[in-house]
């Protein structure tokens, strides 16, 4: 008899996981299919820096055990300015969350098979995906198949539902440190904060951060899309080390600071754009298959869980019909969980993404003036996708900016 499930997830990340915790707690068989070796789990795919906010941790049930530090407050940082905003959240270790997530799952009785890495789909008579091959020429089959492997995409682009682009991929590495001074007279105080910093110097055409987790440590990192920015600001042949290590050299914050040397280093990649298409007959994207990565502030482990939820709730809904009907028609209902529930406003949220990677340094400094003059909730409504709050971040002086902008997506959708 074949090896048969309910539901095959490919990939025990945290969009992954979910689902499968998920369906597990509604009864259904379940199997994860995870490339990685059990022992030492998430050595390879540790690459989050990990910061969430409480909406999520109260919706998943987080337990204070995988948080390293919990957080009072958002800092934004321009080249000489800063914009502090009251916001708690929490910094995770990131692998003891991943491994939480297992034990979570295990517990509601989802199998997990390890080095498994997904090669390609089983492709049915009717065209349609019955299952999944791994670890070389093993076989599995269900109703459902869901990729929550990444970027990697395997399933998703062998079915024609990825849209990956390689020119909206952002890069990023991070360092955990010590020695890092938090209170530096010079700077904001990032005692029990999560800070970002819009610099070109540093991070052409992204950002830096530094993430408190207690006492005097601190991940600290950055990434980058390599758009116009990254061109017009970057230092030719430089790597995304040399900008790390530039920033650590030249900031007094880490005068003293070392390396954990315990803490591998975390590197990973993203893609900040619009979804394509996110499932067909019997199969669903989720997390950054698809992308849902936040593309203003690179929060994933939030939008990624919840769109292993919302395809949780899709499969159930397939499976628990009179006729259970798993056709692309009856999937649809994923893609339109996702657009209302995981990332609404998606769009406007990106518009307003790129605008700011195009921003040059200057205007970061008076954006921090902006952001004090504007109502409290301005922040949190331009992060929304709320327009008339990005509007009001607008001068008469980004005009130019504004029209650079409107000429290179016409030159992108011309070539």
């Known amino acids: 008899m074949p090896d048969r499930f309910?539901?095959?997830?490919?990939?025990?990340?945290?969009?992954?996981?979910?689902?499968?915790?998920d369906l597990a707690q509604r009864g259904y068989d379940v199997v994860v299919l995870e490339a990685e070796a059990e022992d030492g789990f998430p050595r390879q795919s540790n690459k989050s820096t990990a910061g969430t906010f409480p909406s999520m941790m109260a919706s998943f049930g987080v337990p204070d055990d995988v948080v390293m530090n919990y957080t009072d407050d958002v800092v934004l940082e321009s080249p000489n300015d800063h914009y502090v905003q009251h916001q708690p959240g929490a910094v995770l270790e990131f692998a003891e969350f991943k491994r939480w997530l297992v034990e979570e799952g295990r517990a509601e009785g989802a199998t997990y098979r390890f080095d498994a890495r997904v090669n390609a789909p089983i492709i049915g008579a009717d065209d349609t995906i019955d299952g999944v091959r791994y670890a070389g020429d093993e076989e599995v089959y269900a109703d459902i198949v869901v990729d929550a492997?990444?970027?990697?995409?395997?399933?998703?682009?062998?079915?024609?539902?990825s849209d990956l682009q390689r020119d909206h991929q952002a890069i990023g590495v991070?360092?955990?440190?010590?020695?890092?001074?938090?209170?530096?007279?010079?700077?904001?105080?990032?005692?029990?904060?999560?800070?970002?910093?819009?610099?070109?110097?540093?991070?052409?055409?992204?950002?830096?951060?530094?993430?408190?987790?207690?006492?005097?440590t601190a991940k600290v990192g950055l990434c980058y899309i390599q758009n116009e920015s990254h061109e017009r600001y970057g230092r030719d042949g430089a790597s995304i080390d040399d900008y790390?290590?530039?920033?650590?050299?030249?900031?007094?914050?880490?005068?003293?600071?070392?390396?954990?040397?315990?803490?591998?280093?975390?590197?990973?990649?993203?893609?900040?754009?619009m979804p394509g298409s996110l499932c067909t007959?019997?199969?669903?994207?989720?997390?950054?298959?698809?992308?849902?990565?936040?593309?203003?502030?690179?929060?994933?482990?939030?939008?990624?869980?919840?769109?292993?939820?919302?395809?949780?709730?899709?499969?159930?809904?397939c499976f628990t019909e009179a006729d259970p009907d798993t056709s692309a028609e009856a999937m649809s209902v994923y893609s339109k969980l996702w657009h209302s529930e995981v990332a609404p406003r998606m769009r406007e949220r990106l518009l307003m993404t790129e605008l700011l990677y195009l921003t040059p340094n200057e205007?970061?400094?008076?954006?921090?003036?902006?952001?004090?003059?504007?109502a409290g909730d301005t922040l949190a409504k331009v992060n929304a996708g709320d327009v008339g709050a990005?509007?009001?971040?607008?001068?008469?002086?980004?005009v130019g900016l504004l029209a650079k902008f409107a000429k290179e997506r016409l030159r992108e959708r011309s070539s």
Do not use: N
């Open 6 to 21: 309910d539901v095959i997830v490919a990939g025990a990340g945290p969009a992954g996981a979910q689902c499968a915790r």
């Open 244 to 273: 790390l290590h530039r920033w650590l050299d030249e900031d007094p914050r880490f005068a003293d600071a070392e390396r954990i040397t315990e803490k591998q280093q975390h590197r990973g990649s993203a893609h900040i754009q």
């Open 149 to 161: 492997t990444g970027p990697a995409a395997p399933l998703a682009k062998k079915l024609g539902v």
């Open 174 to 216: 991070e360092w955990e440190m010590a020695g890092v001074q938090m209170d530096h007279p010079d700077y904001a105080d990032l005692t029990d904060t999560m800070m970002l910093r819009l610099d070109h110097t540093y991070a052409p055409g992204g950002y830096s951060w530094v993430f408190h987790t207690g006492g005097d």
């Open 390 to 398: 990005m509007l009001k971040l607008f001068h008469l002086g980004d």
């Open 281 to 317: 007959d019997g199969f669903m994207a989720v997390g950054d298959t698809v992308p849902t990565i936040d593309p203003l502030w690179g929060e994933g482990i939030h939008k990624g869980m919840k769109s292993g939820r919302m395809a949780a709730i899709t499969a159930d809904r």
């Open 363 to 374: 205007r970061y400094d008076r954006l921090m003036d902006d952001l004090r003059a504007a």
